[in-house]
């Protein structure tokens, strides 16, 4: 029962019953809320008013338990860290992802976990050389636009974060959408739910989102992570602005124009994260009319990305990888 179908869509063989605190049990329900509304999460209903409650993040996926009767109002969902970690809330607080047959083929797979049921921090960061990529995309949108005083025009920029292994991907995904974002018609997917300071902060290190890539990639990669789309680009952010705060980008900003070899690139980050952080980074090249520019880092992480974290152990913990290119051009804004 690893997939998943959105609300409407009822699962089979839900015949027992849950209980109500303090009354007779009520209805079973497998899956997930997903949270729309930051709303109080509360041990009981019927006393909701006096208890308070711990609020629901919006986008982060909760277990769902049950919900107070067949066709009821509410839903019981597990809010881990809250007690008690069972709460209520009402119904249009969230949208609830159910399990189907996997031979379904509207449906994707459920967000990965480890034996013990915790989730996955496997990651892949992906970050760009804005210009780099620009020569080999110039009809993008944040290509057009692209100037010398904008922040990629010397700051490394976020592509993604990837929860591993290689096709950890589309969790809980409808398959319309799945559809929309694998046809790359990424503007016609929903706008996301941010904070007004991550949305600057993302605009910013993610030129991309002018095309609406923060879109896809909250699709495609994000709803794998196990938290909410804030949580997903804030930890991101915080990645990269560890590696643009480092020697890693001083290298990048003091070689515009000419080349950078791998051996330089993960001495950077040897020097910048501990001795064999480079050994975890990945660089990608492209070739334009003769020329091989960088496009792109990949950098292993494993753990939990937190703002106290310690993100040179983070990425020290990821499996070495092939440097890919040996050498390439830091290209500049515009059009060579």
């Given at each position: 029962m690893g997939w998943f179908r959105r609300d409407g869509m009822i699962a089979a063989g839900l015949a027992l019953f849950m209980g109500l605190p303090g009354a007779a049990a009520q209805e079973p329900l497998d899956g997930f809320v997903i949270a729309r509304k930051a709303c109080d999460a509360t041990p009981s209903i019927r006393n909701a008013a006096s208890e308070g409650g711990t609020q629901l993040t919006i986008d982060r996926a909760y277990r769902l338990i049950g919900e107070n009767r067949r066709g009821g109002g509410h839903f019981q969902i597990e809010m881990p860290g809250a007690e008690p970690a069972r709460r209520w809330i009402a119904k249009d607080c969230g949208l609830w992802v159910q399990p189907v047959d996997p031979a379904d083929d509207g449906t994707a797979p459920a967000?990965?976990?480890?034996?013990?049921?915790?989730?996955?921090?496997?990651?892949?960061?992906?970050?760009?050389?804005?210009?780099?990529?620009?020569?080999?995309?110039?009809?993008?949108?944040?290509?057009?636009?692209?100037?010398?005083?904008?922040?990629?025009?010397?700051?490394?920029?976020?592509?993604?974060?990837?929860?591993?292994?290689?096709?950890?991907?589309?969790?809980?995904?409808?398959?319309?959408?799945?559809?929309?974002?694998?046809?790359?018609?990424?503007?016609?997917?929903?706008?996301?739910?941010?904070?007004?300071?991550?949305?600057?902060?993302?605009?910013?290190?993610?030129?991309?989102?002018?095309?609406?890539?923060?879109?896809?990639?909250?699709?495609?990669?994000?709803?794998?992570?196990?938290?909410?789309?804030?949580?997903?680009f804030a930890d991101s952010l915080l990645v990269l602005a560890a590696i643009n705060a480092s020697p890693v980008r001083d290298l990048f900003a003091g070689s515009i124009g000419g080349e950078v070899t791998q051996a330089a690139v993960r001495g950077a980050f040897d020097t910048a994260f501990g001795e064999g952080a480079g050994d975890r980074v990945r660089i990608a090249c492209a070739n334009d009319d003769g020329r091989r520019i960088v496009t792109q880092l990949t950098i292993g992480l494993v753990g939990e990305i937190a703002p106290d974290a310690d993100i040179g152990a983070l990425i020290r913990a990821a499996p070495p990888t092939d440097g890919g290119c040996p050498a390439g051009i830091v290209d500049a804004v515009g059009l060579q």
């Open positions: 967000c990965p976990e480890t034996a013990d049921g915790t989730a996955h921090r496997d990651l892949l960061l992906a970050i760009s050389w804005q210009p780099g990529f620009c020569e080999t995309r110039p009809g993008k949108r944040e290509c057009r636009s692209q100037t010398e005083d904008r922040f990629d025009a010397d700051h490394l920029t976020l592509h993604g974060l990837w929860p591993q292994p290689r096709g950890t991907d589309y969790c809980g995904v409808a398959a319309q959408d799945r559809r929309t974002d694998e046809a790359g018609r990424w503007s016609n997917l929903a706008p996301l739910s941010l904070t007004p300071d991550t949305r600057a902060a993302l605009d910013e290190a993610m030129p991309g989102t002018r095309s609406a890539l923060d879109r896809h990639e909250w699709l495609r990669h994000g709803t794998c992570y196990r938290a909410g789309v804030e949580e997903y």
